[in-house]
């Protein structure tokens, strides 16, 4: 196993005591983690499946398969066979542990990317490589390529053409290409595209997984649930595998996953929670002076003023602001910030003022 690098965030101790020590208290932007309640249909069907003393199956239930597929088809026009739905706790230990599954050797991530691709690269005593232009790669094999879209941190959507090439490079040298789509709902200029969908796939999924978490959609974060599905063989590899490991998600999160997917209205009343934030937070960071890039779907916006990166997180952690900085995510983010729009309406609306 590759060594393992300093957890990023430990390095913000210092800001966020800054920023703490505002009179009106900390904004915290720094983690996307949800802050709203968990719907009252979700929080129900958790408790009536409270009594479950057996063992879970590593498979879900078929209600918790089918409500997951259904989503998908309702709302992104991918069509796939409940059987071919695997339930996660949670996505980051998949993303953790994927490469490791599949015995890969070298895996392909975002340059600008989440951290846990190339910890689950490392985890797995593979190489790594953080690379946007994949016909740059050389002729090295590649037997695992992570595409991320709606983009964590930038907020940039991959249109169908580009995912198209993506999975024509990846076929022809016989490669997976898994797909983190936690943000699919959350398309506010642009609307994503799951690469599973007809329009980049071309109807077979050979070769691809997506995996999908209730993290953003439905304030699951802590709950630890979510999905993978994608080519129906690989999916029956990674179910073996997980089995054997005892991967089981409790019987009562699988109960409040399937209402979740089954009900969109909560989803459809927290993104537009969201996008009020985002529409306050936005302009405000644009008259204080930072550019914001891509940011068209997702739940972060990718900003700059042409500072190093650490010089804007400590900016604004002087007027009790926390923020991410870029190079948390590749070096090409050495003079960006990651703002997330997951504080309260009364916390943003603080740093609205403070910026002002």
Request: overall charge negative; proline content about 7%; some cysteine.
């Amino acid at each position: 196993m590759n060594s393992l690098p300093d957890f990023p965030w430990d390095r913000l101790e210092p800001h966020k005591a800054r920023a703490a020590a505002h009179p009106d208290g900390i904004v915290d932007l720094s983690v996307g983690t949800p802050v709203d309640p968990v719907p009252r249909i979700v929080q129900d069907a958790l408790v009536a499946a409270a009594d479950s003393p057996g063992y879970p199956l590593t498979h879900g239930t078929q209600a918790l398969r089918e409500a997951a597929a259904g989503w998908l088809a309702r709302r992104h026009g991918v069509r796939v066979a409940q059987n071919d739905v695997l339930p996660l706790i949670g996505s980051k230990e998949f993303v953790a542990w994927l490469p490791t599954y599949l015995g890969a050797r070298r895996v392909v991530f975002p340059e600008l990317a989440y951290p846990t691709y190339d910890v689950g690269a490392r985890l797995a005593g593979a190489e790594g490589t953080a690379a946007d232009g994949l016909l740059a790669l050389g002729p090295e094999p590649v037997d695992l390529v992570w595409v991320n879209s709606p983009g964590n941190p930038t907020g940039r959507v991959l249109p169908a053409e580009h995912l198209r090439k993506v999975v024509a490079w990846a076929r022809e040298r016989g490669a997976v290409v898994a797909s983190d789509e936690c943000y699919l709902e959350l398309g506010w200029e642009e609307r994503p595209i799951s690469i599973l969908h007809p329009d980049v796939c071309d109807g077979s999924h050979e070769g691809l997984l997506a995996v999908h978490s209730l993290s953003k959609r439905s304030n699951l974060a802590g709950y630890r649930a979510g999905f993978v599905t994608g080519d129906p063989a690989l999916v029956k590899r990674l179910l073996e595998v997980r089995k054997h490991a005892g991967m089981l998600m409790p019987r009562p999160v699988q109960a409040a996953m399937t209402a979740a997917f089954g009900d969109d209205a909560h989803a459809d009343e927290q993104r537009e929670r969201y996008a009020a934030r985002r529409a306050v937070l936005r302009p405000a960071l644009e008259k204080a002076g930072w550019q914001i890039e891509h940011s068209t779907a997702g739940l972060y916006l990718w900003a700059t003023n042409g500072e190093p990166a650490w010089d804007q997180v400590g900016r604004l952690s002087e007027i009790g602001i926390l923020v991410a900085p870029g190079d948390f995510y590749g070096t090409a983010g050495e003079r960006h910030v990651r703002i997330a729009v997951t504080a309260t309406d009364e916390r943003i609306g603080a740093a609205v003022r403070r910026l002002q």
